[in-house]
């Protein structure tokens, strides 16, 4: 069983939309949780982290459970600008620079006119 | 936020030949550099944890003799790849921390596409 699991996508959707990802994890010691977006053939770059009690950036909203082992991303009134592949990401400490990321495979998005 | 360069963007080797890939941080001094690699359609998958003033620690299954990792100052780790093959090419990404601030941010280089002839 992968870590990190995401559904690859693509979701394609038409501006506007809201379109919701899911991730889960297998290692119950995670403690950190992040969402990357990469676009292609580009380095990921952090979109948000995830908190228990969840959060929110404007059209981004991250949640997560930690009792299912669970994270979300939702992402509201969606644009073209935000094509591009979704990385869920788990650490397994909640501090220090030597624990490592665990990165998903990533969830490709397709926002169509 | 924090900027980390890479370079070369690109590069195109012969198979046998060796490639050293550069990882700076530009605004921040790193004590703790990471360097992944992606094949395409995959995740990116760590290879080493790259320690200034010490030696890397790689993850099972890379190669610490063919993946070279020296992370000789503050701002610079530096990642060979010995004795390239085909099988050796992939996107390198390299990641740092920025250690003055208090969240666990890692910051990417724009990575590094090498294409083993």
């Known amino acids: 069983r992968k870590e990190v699991e995401q559904d690859p996508g693509p979701f394609n959707v038409p501006e506007g939309a809201t379109v919701a990802f899911n991730c889960t994890y297998s290692?119950?010691?995670?403690?950190?949780f992040f969402w990357y977006r990469q676009d292609c053939r580009k380095e990921p770059k952090l979109l948000m982290s995830?908190?228990?009690s969840g959060n929110e950036d404007g059209r981004f909203t991250a949640q997560l459970n930690r009792a299912s082992q669970y994270i979300s991303l939702l992402i509201r009134d969606s644009k073209l600008s935000d094509s591009a592949t979704y990385l869920c990401?788990?650490?397994?400490?909640?501090?220090?620079?030597?624990?490592?990321?665990?990165f998903g495979t990533g969830t490709q998005l397709k926002v169509e006119l | 936020g924090a900027v980390v360069s890479q370079h070369p963007s690109r590069v195109i080797c012969k198979s046998g030949t060796s490639v050293k890939i550069e990882c700076r941080s530009l605004d921040f001094q790193a004590t703790t550099m990471f360097w992944y690699r992606q094949f395409p359609k995959k995740s990116l998958m760590l290879m080493a944890t790259?320690?200034?003033?010490?030696?890397?620690?790689?993850e099972q299954g890379v190669e610490k003799d063919k993946f070279l990792i020296n992370h000789a100052s503050l701002t610079l780790s530096t990642l060979t790849v010995t004795s390239a093959h085909p099988e050796d090419s992939s996107f390198y990404i390299c990641?740092?921390?920025?250690?003055?601030?208090?969240?666990?941010?890692?910051?990417f280089g724009p990575g590094t596409r090498l294409t083993v002839l």
């Open positions: 990641s740092a921390r920025d250690p003055s601030l208090s969240t666990d941010t890692q910051y």
């Open positions: 995830v908190y228990s």
């Open positions: 290692n119950s010691a995670s403690q950190s």
């Open positions: 990401v788990v650490k397994e400490g909640l501090t220090g620079g030597g624990n490592k990321l665990t």
């Open positions: 790259s320690n200034e003033g010490s030696k890397a620690t790689y």
